[in-house]
């Protein structure tokens, strides 16, 4: 698997989804599915970072 940063990818998913509404005029439940994918991914490859327990104050 190639690694680029996170700035990087979303460039590229928002190039394919800008591909994606030039070339797919009707919608539909495949391409509304294709499109949370794409989205989604950016969450699933680069999660936001979770506080840990020591950086919690009471």
Do not use: G, R, T
């Not at 190039?15 to 989205?39: F, G, M, P, R, T």
């Amino acid at each position: 698997m190639i690694k680029i940063d996170k700035q990087a990818y979303i460039k590229l998913i928002e190039e394919d989804l800008d591909y994606l509404n030039q070339h797919c005029k009707e919608e539909s439940l495949e391409l509304d599915h294709i499109k949370a994918v794409l989205c989604f991914s950016i969450d699933l490859l680069y999660p936001e970072p979770q506080p840990s327990a020591k950086n919690i104050n009471p």
